[in-house]
């Protein structure tokens, strides 16, 4: 017999993670299905900033702009843990955009986000300042403002979990392979882990991201009256380029602007490409004319160049922008479009664009959309709870944003055997949960196996049981990025000892 369900999700990226938080905290019954690992494709291939997009204001994309703004700082306050404050560094370069329209747009900027915490812009004297350490000598003077950095991958883990423990069902490795709708809602056939099992849900949420059009197809049997324009975004990892922690943002002769930022400690990021994608959305990666344009880029900044034999790692995601025509890929809207396919009331509500900065907004956006197809009562009841996804805590959250000194020097006084280095890191990842993680240990022993980089049994296990992490991969490049300081046997160790059948240390 078919389970039931309020509303069936296809996709588990940042947004449909986000959208499932939503609904079931709104005391909706959600499934949420993925067909591969929580946000494996785009969700985890992001520069990793929740930014309001300084050059979206370049295209008057002002409520874009301003929304992002505003959620900067509200999803600090509920992941203090793994968001944090950074400030961004723009040289003034001869040639590129002139002094006047940077200061203007860097006052709208500072003055439409609704900004409390985060300091505002400031000059920069980079022959005075160790902040231009490194740069070449062209470059006298810079504007410093602010933005945050977020682990991309921790945040739809995160949402995923409070779903969860909200009453969601999300199902990893599960893919939808068939979706009929009759008078009384939706069957889904779900395949995934040896079986085949159907879903009847009232409404249909369709934010599978690249794969948008493919469930639009599947579902309603006709195209999608949205497209989505595919674009790619590669960025590279190499040895850190400077010792402050500033990021870089610069302009290109291009029109296109990369970032450099201080990455894992000892690495510096720099990204991202903008070109149209094309290609099979599976087993993609960085191409050598990407890698070679990245490091052209940043090294007409720097004294020293930044050759494509220094990288150590790179990752490449594809973007589902909505296509509003835009020329260049750089022009597309980063902004989101929600399609509504409405039979009788039985609706299929497709996600198109959008950026991670503001997938909690659309998620709101889309419970908007839900309320109208539900019976009035039912929609009035749903449509007064909007807005509790910025005020409750993600998970390990549940501390004030100037506690956070605080209580991570409480974790080094509880367990000083983990040393500075790995308590930072592991509170980074797990807040106020890491508890959970380290279940009563007394010594490094207690932690099993350490497979490298400080990664033990202990740890492996919880992210199998709570964070649904199923390979190496899973782990070393998108739970974490310990997978910079890892070698090949030590992943494969990884792999063979999550796909064994050893019981939990935990359980």
């Known amino acids: 017999m078919a389970e039931n369900y309020d509303i069936a999700i296809v996709g588990g990226g940042i947004n449909g993670a986000g959208i499932a938080r939503d609904a079931a905290g709104r005391g909706l019954k959600v499934y949420l299905c993925e067909k591969g690992d929580l ?236 070109r149209d994608f094309t290609g099979e959305l599976e087993g993609f990666g960085a191409s050598e004319e990407e890698k070679a344009y990245l490091c052209a880029a940043s090294s007409r900044y720097f004294e020293r160049p930044v050759r494509v034999e220094e990288i150590v790692w790179s990752y490449s995601g594809v973007r589902p922008l909505y296509d509003d025509g835009a020329g260049a890929a750089q022009q597309a809207t980063r902004d989101y479009v929600l399609e509504v396919n409405n039979v009788d009331g039985i609706g299929m509500i497709s996600v198109f664009g959008g950026k991670i900065t503001t997938y909690r907004r659309l998620a709101e956006s889309v419970l908007g959309r839900i309320v109208e197809l539900l019976p009035e009562e039912e929609g009035r009841e749903i449509a007064a709870q909007t807005g509790w996804t910025g005020r409750a805590a993600l998970p390990g959250g549940d501390f004030p944003i100037d506690e956070r000194g605080a209580r991570l020097a409480d974790v080094e006084k509880r367990y000083p055997f983990l040393g500075a280095k790995r308590a930072a890191r592991m509170f980074s990842y797990y807040g106020t949960r890491i508890d959970r993680v380290l279940a009563g240990a007394r010594r490094l022993e207690d932690l099993g196996r350490d497979f490298g980089a400080g990664l033990t049994e202990r740890e492996l296990d919880y992210l199998k049981r709570e964070e649904w992490a199923v390979s190496a991969e899973d782990v070393v490049f998108r739970r974490s990025k310990l997978g910079l300081r890892l070698s090949a046997e030590q992943i494969a160790a990884i792999d063979d000892y999550l796909a064994g059948p050893r019981k939990s240390m935990a359980s």
């Open 39 to 274: 946000g494996g494709a785009t969700s985890s291939a992001s520069t990793k900033l929740l930014h309001g997009g300084l050059r979206y204001l370049e295209h008057y994309e002002f409520r874009l702009v301003r929304e992002a703004l505003q959620e900067r700082e509200r999803l600090w306050s509920i992941a203090p843990h793994f968001v944090r404050p950074m400030r961004f560094v723009l040289p003034y370069a001869p040639g590129m955009r002139p002094k006047w329209l940077l200061r203007l747009g860097l006052f709208i900027y500072d003055h439409i986000g609704g900004r409390k915490l985060l300091p505002g812009t400031s000059t920069v004297d980079f022959r005075r300042s160790p902040i231009g350490e490194g740069l070449g000598s062209g470059f006298a003077t810079g504007y410093e403002y602010s933005d945050c950095w977020v682990e991309d991958n921790r945040l739809v883990i995160m949402n995923a979990m409070a779903a969860r423990e909200l009453g969601a069902t999300i199902e990893t490795h599960t893919r939808m392979t068939l979706a009929t709708r009759d008078k009384n809602g939706w069957t889904l056939s779900v395949s995934g882990r040896g079986r085949t099992r159907d879903i009847r849900a009232r409404i249909l949420v369709n934010a599978a991201g690249p794969w948008a059009n493919d469930v639009v197809k599947l579902a309603s049997r006709e195209p999608a009256r949205g497209k989505v324009r595919l674009v790619q975004g590669s960025h590279i990892v190499v040895p850190k380029l400077y010792r402050h922690d500033r990021c870089f943002i610069f302009q290109n002769a291009d029109g296109r602007i990369i970032f450099t930022i201080p990455y894992e400690g000892d690495y510096t990021l720099i990204g991202t490409t903008d």
